[in-house]
């Protein structure tokens, strides 16, 4: 899916840090976003780097409480669909030792990438965490991605969980029609 880039920088940098304060649990963890869109309004804009927004978004899902992280996430999969080498870090967060950094990547299963998706969803299916298993399934079970359903199918012959595998079965009729 390719999408313009002015889709994605609607409003001034100011207005974008103006509105994520309001999503905030708490207001200290405002630089942690106000980080991220600066970093990619000075991408845009070109006096930025790749590599900032890239730090100042993991650094941001990995260490932002209610309201950053998920606004991290937005922009990472938005921006993912003009600079691919923004969906690494989709893997840092999938692969990072605490399940609830695991769970944000899961949280966000629907917004990756297809090529994200291939590679994050099949290591968060089997993640040891419950909460992040059930989080994928339950979120591809609301909103079809249509490219996991091989991935569901295969998950689905070695879980253990009955209550994840009764979610899996239905993930996968609806998204099957």
Known sequence: ???????????????EKEAA?????????LPLIHAVID??????DGSGELQLLCNSIEHAMING?????????????KLSLHYPDLDTI?????????????FRAAANICNMSSEALERNLPL???????????????????????????????RLQDETDAEIALQLREAIS???G
């Open 90 to 102: 989709w893997h840092t967060l999938t692969t990072y030792p605490k399940a609830p950094v695991r």
């Open 21 to 29: 304060s309001r999503h905030l649990h708490n207001l200290t963890q």
């Open 65 to 77: 409480g209610g309201g950053v992280w998920e606004q991290a996430g937005t922009w990472l999969a």
């Open 39 to 44: 970093a990619a309004y000075d991408l845009h």
């Open 124 to 154: 968060l299916l089997r993640d040891r965490s419950r909460n992040v298993r059930e989080k994928v399934v339950g979120d591809l079970w609301v909103s079809t991605r249509y490219d996991a359903v091989s991935m569901l199918r295969k």
């Open 174 to 176: 609806k998204s099957c």
């Open 1 to 15: 899916m390719t999408m313009n880039l002015k889709t994605v920088f609607v409003f001034t940098r100011e207005r």
